[in-house]
């Protein structure tokens, strides 16, 4: 908001309204036709009011200055922060890419240095094995013996070599490469040559080839021969782990898998192994001894009944005329199927219903010796 904008505000606030200030006119215009004193009241009052104005617009500047003076200075303020910040950003910004031109010098002369450590390392690597095979050049035209005995110093530092090795990356291995096929790898210097030292030179490198190639076709030569003699090794040793797991009564294939044969706890003269299967035992470890309980009542209650039903049956004699055990709507039995009446043939009545009553009775017996089994199993 303005200056201008304020003190319009502050204006219209302290202005009367158009309306009322009409009314209050006529009514003092009618007074002041009647009255002098209310005359030099209102004009009192009015100046009064005039000088308080005055005053309030005096105080408003005083304090607009005040303000624009601390805005003035909040603003030069804000400009000199804003320079030195700059200035600060700007030494900052300097110091940083110092800081990175040194790391990345740094880094570059350490690479510099480990690429000259291992042109080192790869280049006394070279000549001791230039003059191991020397040696075994020497060894093989002299007959003698074809191994060397090795100190506990040099296979610790081997194996740790090794380990080194193994946990090289990628790239590392293809500088080593480098490095060492950068070394083996002579330059031919042939400028200055002659046509005849020319083709010496090519002689030379013709012989040096038909030697190499010589020397790889031995190599795979005894590789294959390694190869064959290792598998027949192995083979023998399957042969020899079969007979042994035979004589131990195990199965054949027991001792030639990748892990050890599992071990019986069970003796085979002092227990019975367990035959169940896993399924079984399982079953019965998760609380499945009622369902098994319950599968041998089924299939007894099912082997007893089949019993029942193919039971052979005897046709009762007639007593008065009427077969007993005859339903009143069931039809007469012919004449020639009559039987006569024997001792067989009247009690065996009374003799199913006795085997029924003792069939019952035993699986009552059962269901009872069941029940207190139960309850030994669950205090138990």
């Known amino acids: 908001m303005s200056d201008e904008e304020e003190y319009s505000e502050s204006e219209e606030e302290t202005q009367p309204e158009p309306e009322p200030q009409k009314k209050t006119e006529r009514r003092q215009s009618e007074k002041a036709d009647g009255d002098p004193e209310f005359v030099k009241r209102q004009e009192a009052k009015t100046s009064a009011l005039d000088e308080q104005l005055k005053e309030y617009i005096a105080e408003w500047r005083k304090q607009r200055a005040r303000e624009e003076e601390d805005l003035k200075r909040l603003k030069e303020k804000q400009a000199k922060r804003k320079v030195m910040r700059a200035e600060e950003e700007k030494r900052l910004a300097e110091k940083k890419k110092q800081e990175e031109e040194r790391r990345v010098r740094e880094v570059e002369e350490k690479k510099q240095r480990d690429i000259e450590e291992k042109r080192r390392r790869l280049e006394e690597a070279e000549k001791k094995r230039q003059a191991m095979m020397q040696a075994l050049k020497d060894q093989s035209k002299s007959k003698g013996p074809n191994f060397t005995i090795s100190k506990k110093q040099d296979t610790g530092i081997n194996m740790s070599s090794a380990q080194l090795e193994r946990n090289k990356t990628k790239e590392q291995l293809e500088e080593e490469k480098r490095i060492s096929l950068s070394i083996r790898i002579k330059p031919l210097n042939i400028d200055n040559l002659s046509l005849d030292k020319l083709k010496s030179k090519a002689l030379e490198l013709w012989d040096c080839i038909v030697k190499l190639e010589t020397e790889k076709y031995d190599l795979e030569e005894r590789q294959k021969r390694q190869d064959y003699d290792l598998k027949e090794l192995k083979e023998r040793q399957k042969q020899q782990l079969r007979h042994k797991a035979l004589k131990k009564g195990l199965d054949p294939e ?72 005859k339903k009143k709507d069931a039809p007469d039995s012919p004449e020639e199927e009559e039987v006569k009446p024997t001792d067989e043939d009247v009690e065996p009545v009374y003799v199913e219903e006795e085997v029924e009553e003792e069939v019952e009775e035993e699986e009552e017996e059962e269901e009872a010796e069941e029940e207190e089994e139960e309850e030994e199993e669950e205090e138990e």
């Open 254 to 325: 027991a001792l030639t898998g990748k892990y050890p044969p599992k071990i019986q706890v069970a003796s085979k003269y002092e227990r019975r192994v367990d035959t169940r299967s896993y399924d079984d035992k399982k079953k019965l470890f998760e609380g499945g001894w009622e369902t098994l309980t319950s599968e041998e009542l089924e299939k007894i209650w099912k082997c007893r009944s089949e019993q029942f039903t193919k039971r052979k049956h005897t046709k009762l004699p007639k007593w008065f005329g009427e077969r007993p055990g």
